[in-house]
């Protein structure tokens, strides 16, 4: 089996086992609020925002130390790769250390100033705690090999390790409390347990597909780090843009966190998904501007036409759907507003398609150039949401959210990818406005959320869905494909030629 049908066929498989994963997750958050209260469950979801914030320490040294391996991954330089490997490792178990020291002063002064209706202070500090080691274990035990996995293309095998043992720590965990009906810390403490088992695996597996760069001896090359200055100020806004909206409403109104993040998160796996797959052509679009690959662009255009067709079936599917799947899941009395809906499918589109954009930008390394479109974000968000959440509520975090990234974030990164690295005209303000009207007219067509939301059984929302999938892939392929024919149809001829 070739080097690509083996990363198809792993694609294939982590997505089918990242969709049991995301059924799991959603019948754990129904278990969490049946069994321990609504108010235990937006610990758990503003907690997870809140040690997000600990990548922070990470200052994107995977992300530095990836990019400069891609140059003597291509000279098979192997002390060079064994240096920065070694590097890399060492780097990251001292961020782990920072990091552990932190978030066991959050765990002590978070609950202070959290809106708590009934969960103790203990209770919620140890809550956190055990949160914050669940989230740091993988800083000393994966994220480096991660990373090598990475720069080796085989992206598809970390995705495999992690979603397999995901499923397994959320099917233990669904386990213990439904059966077992352990208390909410010894649940916690099965992320953390299987979080190190993860760690291992990836050991085997490093020394399995990465052979010959083992070198103990090695002298650890920290070079990568003088990027990381940069990488930081990225890192800073996307946590501004995408993990302070829990954290506001948990100080404003604690019970507006678990309608929020059901909204959100059942919007956030449809780019998850989407950044399963494309992450796995970052190495390949990194290398192809390396070499100075003149074919760059038009294969860039056929990966932003599979995203363009992604994100208009998500967003029809959304809208249409998401109101009669909230109260089947967890009740009518969690429902939001049609303007949060559409607020949300907006960002959704965006995050189904500027992936595409980034990997470009990374690949060329230019963290320097786009770090104050990022600030600019990030700092734009977080005032609007400060201000608008008084007056709207969870609308005006989601508009504040909305208007930077669309004014801020994607306009300049997008001139960068275009002009600076592919030399071509900026053009993807036409294709957001294909993909708007295209997905408008599907919602049209579909009804909307027409009817009183939950009225549905399970079976029927289910067939629902799978028809509008369909419909929407029919006719999504359709469009996408007349807009960026002329790039399809070299891709497909010089494949045929192979």
């Known amino acids: 089996m070739g ?24 019948v754990r958050t129904k278990m969490l609020i049946g069994s321990y209260g609504s108010e235990v469950n937006a610990v758990f979801q503003t907690s997870s925002q809140i040690f997000t914030y600990l990548i922070l320490f990470e200052s994107g040294m995977s992300a530095a130390y990836q990019f400069k391996l891609y140059e003597p991954v291509n000279d098979k330089d192997m002390r060079k790769i064994a240096g920065l490997f070694n590097g890399l490792k060492k780097s990251m ?35 956190l705690c055990l949160l914050g080691i669940r989230f740091v274990i993988p800083y000393f035990v994966s994220i480096a090999n991660k990373t090598l996995l990475n720069v080796y293309d085989y992206k598809y095998v970390a995705d495999n390790v992690d979603s397999l043992g995901y499923l397994a720590i959320t099917a233990v965990e669904i386990l213990a409390i439904r059966l077992l009906h352990w208390p909410v810390y010894g ?37 990568p780090e003088g990027m990381t200055k940069d990488i930081l100020f990225h890192q800073i806004t996307g946590l501004l843009n995408n993990n302070i909206d829990t954290i506001i409403l948990s100080i404003v109104n604690i019970m507006l966190v678990t309608p929020y993040h059901a909204y959100y ?87 189904m398609t500027i992936n595409i954009i980034f990997l470009v930008r990374d690949g060329a390394g230019l963290y320097k150039e786009s770090k104050w479109f990022s600030f600019r974000e990030g700092i734009v968000n977080l005032v609007l ?41 900026n053009t993807l303000w036409a294709d957001y406005l294909v993909m708007i009207i295209t997905a408008a007219c599907l919602v049209w067509g579909f009804g909307g959320s027409a009817g009183e939301p939950g009225s549905v059984s399970w079976k029927i929302l289910l067939l629902r869905l799978l028809g509008q999938a369909f419909v929407g892939t029919v006719i999504a392929v359709v469009v996408v494909a007349a807009v960026k024919w002329k790039y399809i149809s070299k891709y497909l001829l010089n494949n045929k030629r192979k």
């Open 3 to 26: 080097k690509e049908t083996k990363r198809y066929v792993g694609i294939i498989c982590s997505l089918f086992m990242y969709f049991v994963y995301v059924i799991l997750l959603t």
């Open 93 to 127: 178990r001292k961020i782990a250390m920072r990091m552990t020291a932190v978030l066991l002063v959050i765990a002590v002064i978070y609950p202070f100033i959290m809106n708590r209706v009934s969960i103790s202070f203990m209770k919620a500090g140890l809550i």
């Open 187 to 223: 649940v916690l403490l099965i992320g953390c347990i299987g979080n190190i088992a993860i760690g291992l695996v990836y050991v085997f597996f490093i020394r399995k597909v990465c052979t010959g760069i083992q070198a103990g001896e090695t002298v650890p090359d920290f070079e």
């Open 265 to 351: 998160s059942t919007m956030y796996y449809f780019p998850q998904v989407i950044n399963k797959i494309n992450e796995n052509y970052r190495t390949k679009i990194g290398m192809k501007i390396k070499q100075r690959d003149s074919g760059l662009y038009g294969y860039f255009q056929v990966l932003l036409a599979f995203h363009m067709v992604a994100a208009i079936i998500s967003v029809a599917v959304f809208v249409s759907n998401i109101n009669d799947f909230i109260v089947l899941w967890i009740g009518k009395e969690f429902l939001l507003s049609d303007c949060c809906v559409i607020l949300l499918a907006l960002y959704l589109m965006l995050r």
């Open 385 to 425: 949401s400060v201000i608008l959440v008084y007056f709207w509520g969870i609308e005006g975090i989601l508009f504040a959210t909305v208007f930077a990234t669309y004014t801020m974030l994607l306009p300049g990164n997008a001139r960068l990818a275009y002009n600076k690295v592919m030399g071509k005209r």
